[in-house]
């Protein structure tokens, strides 16, 4: 993982440093802490100057420090990872092998070759030297960030870059969308001096869909206020990107009445982990329940194994439960997405390496007393939360009443126990992660809405500081019965995201069903797919990495997404069925496979919800508004 940014100018006029404050490059270097390095090239038969900026996060192979830089002078910077489609070897260093590739490419064609075959996630800017073409682009889920930025003067510069900061001004960043790979060509833009983009779209490869048409769909998700200053074209050569998964299966099981339920006895309407153990007596869907447990399992392998695990990595300075230190965490509630996650990796991480689950809290307001609570409170509470803002011990159990006893951490401490039924011998690190209100201002204001920007709404405001504090991982571990700080050493973090989004998890999925049907379904988790890179992972991305961690998403695994895009509705949700069961049907039925019990069944909680962060401090927001504690907050 890494920061990579570039910017370009077309006039002498402008001082290309000018346009890239230091705040910009002190986050981009919290994201590539390993390795950072500039470059400035001025091509000397073209007034433009550019400026390369690589900040890397060793995760495979050796380290390679970005910007790279061949004797043709082709310039590299890549922030992905490359898990299937073009190899890489166990020594080998992604960066350095998609450099070499993209070397050889001959031809515009070549290079849309190389990076339709790639599986996994990425960004990246490549200039290449002999047409004095600049390169960029995000994968087909935009799982890692890219932002852009163009001045409004005519000689103003042009900038990517991973990460930005929060700004008032009129030259608004926005991200770069996942619809395609752009190219500028530098010669021609020296010529009119004037920027131009040109768009190379994703294509199904099976689609009769007229390349024009996508063009147009393309424009719809580009910023209109960079397309006042910038034009966007077509390739001439209406080129495509082939893109890594299949459509969405919309077949309707007429037969059944599009649902699972109307085939099924009363006793299947009940809640329980028996009922899900009912479906898979049916032949047909145990063999469909193992195939995408099979396709899930091997994109969580890639995601854990692909990742350096020398001796002689650096230590953190907190205490550790083990003698081992734990390279991968994953963000944990104890609900079905990331219980599943939780027990595939461990299938593959080395036995004797710990699993850090992540487990985020934001204080509850104090409760009434309970009659009897007089005792005075003892370090351990002192450790959860501060004294003055949590109840006493329970006089007839002695058990604590923590305002951090969200919904979150009670189904995460549940989900505990049914890991380490699974596994005993293996180290569970449940870290409780907990953020009181003045801790969430003021590193809200120190740097999380600098990650959030350019979303701005309510909800992003929500999940990005409390992916922000869970990713960051620090808090306490029980050894002994006892908490200890801990603050999780772990490069590599697993999310959940992509599982609702495909198995119909949300509640207004319910609420399409009950006004559209299937058909309505089908639609929006379309839908989902097509907008998850602009409403979740850059987002994401920049605030998971901002730790110097890596954000892995085994449900967007390419072959995970075609496999579900497969299947036709009816097999992977049944929204007749009560919350708990019907939704994300399939993958509760996988749970049931792995081992899992009480967690199969626990309805769909939010993460804003369930770590309390939503309506901490209002209680009159809506989701979609624009949230004023972003907007509000000046410039560090």
């Not at 021609?188 to 099976?206: D, G, I, R, V």
């Not at 036709?568 to 081992?595: F, N």
């Amino acid at each position: 993982m890494c920061g990579i940014c570039c910017v370009v100018t077309l006039s002498s006029q402008h001082t290309i440093r000018s346009s890239l404050g230091e705040d910009v490059l002190r986050r981009l270097g919290r994201r590539g802490p390993d390795s950072s390095q500039q470059l400035v090239k001025t091509a000397p038969d073209l007034p433009c100057e550019c400026l390369f900026s690589g900040h890397v996060l060793r995760l495979r192979g050796p380290v390679t420090p970005q910007p790279l830089e061949d004797a043709h002078n082709n310039i590299f910077l890549w922030n992905g990872e490359i898990f299937g489609g073009v190899h890489v070897g166990d020594a080998e260093n992604d960066t350095a092998v998609m450099f070499h590739h993209l070397t050889s490419c001959r031809s515009e064609a070549d290079i849309l070759s190389l990076f339709s075959s790639l599986r996994g996630p990425w960004s990246f800017i490549y200039y290449q030297a002999s047409r004095h073409s600049l390169w960029f682009g995000r994968d087909y889920f935009g799982r890692r960030s890219l932002l852009w930025q163009c001045g409004n003067e005519v000689d103003g510069a042009f900038c990517l870059t991973s990460v930005s900061v929060y700004s008032e001004s009129s030259d608004q960043w926005q991200e770069v969308p996942a619809c395609g790979i752009f190219k500028i060509d530098l010669k021609a833009c020296a010529t009119t001096k004037s920027f131009s983009l040109t768009l190379f779209p994703w294509k199904y490869s099976c689609t009769e869909k007229p390349v024009e048409e996508i063009f147009i769909d393309a424009l719809d998700r580009v910023s209109k206020d960079l397309l006042n200053h910038i034009p966007l074209v077509l390739n001439e050569s209406k080129l495509c990107l082939r893109a890594p998964v299949v459509p969405l299966n919309k077949t309707i099981n007429e037969a059944s009445g599009g649902c699972l339920g109307s085939n099924v006895s009363n006793i299947t309407h009940m809640v329980s982990v028996e009922t899900l153990q009912g479906f898979l007596a049916e032949e047909h869907r145990k063999k469909l329940v193992c195939q995408f447990t099979d396709v899930l399992n091997e994109a969580v392998k890639r995601r854990v194994l692909s990742l350096f695990r020398g001796e002689g990595q650096k230590t953190r300075e907190v205490a550790r439960a083990s003698s081992r230190e734990a390279h991968v965490a994953v963000l944990f509630s104890g609900g079905i997405d990331s219980m599943v996650i939780a027990a595939l990796a461990d299938k593959h991480v080395p036995l004797g390496e710990p699993i850090d689950l992540l487990n985020v809290a934001f204080m509850v307001k104090e409760k009434a007393k309970q009659k009897g609570t007089t005792k005075k409170q003892t370090n351990r509470e002192d450790l959860l939360c501060p004294q003055e803002s949590c109840q006493d011990l329970d006089a007839k159990t002695g058990a604590h009443l923590s305002c951090f006893d969200v919904p979150d951490r009670i189904t995460g401490r549940a989900g505990l126990k049914e890991l380490e039924a699974i596994n005993p011998s293996r180290s569970w690190n449940f870290v409780e992660i907990n953020v009181t209100l003045e801790e969430l201002k003021t590193m809200r204001h120190r740097c999380i809405h600098h990650l959030i920007y350019p979303l701005d709404t309510v909800l992003d405001d929500s999940i990005g500081c409390a992916i922000w504090f869970a990713s960051r991982g620090e808090g306490f571990i029980s050894n002994q019965g006892e908490l200890k700080p801990y603050k999780s050493p772990a490069k590599v973090v697993l999310t959940g995201i992509g599982a609702d989004e495909q198995l119909a998890g949300y509640s207004r999925h319910r609420v399409c069903f009950r006004e559209h049907g299937l058909e309505g379904v089908n639609g929006a988790l379309e839908l989902e797919l097509d907008r998850i890179a602009s409403r979740n992972l850059g987002r994401d991305d920049r605030v998971i990495g901002d730790h110097g961690k890596e954000a892995r998403f085994p449900f967007l695994d390419e072959d995970v997404v075609s496999f579900l895009n497969s299947v036709p509705i009816s097999e992977k949700a049944d929204l007749t069925l009560p919350r708990g069961i019907g939704e994300k049907l399939i993958l509760r039925l996988a749970a049931t496979e792995l081992g899992l019990t009480a967690s199969t069944i626990l309805p769909k909680k939010a993460l804003q919800f369930g770590s309390r962060i939503a309506k901490l401090e209002s209680n009159s927001e809506k989701a979609s508004d624009t949230c004023s504690r972003l907007k509000l907050l000046s410039v560090d």
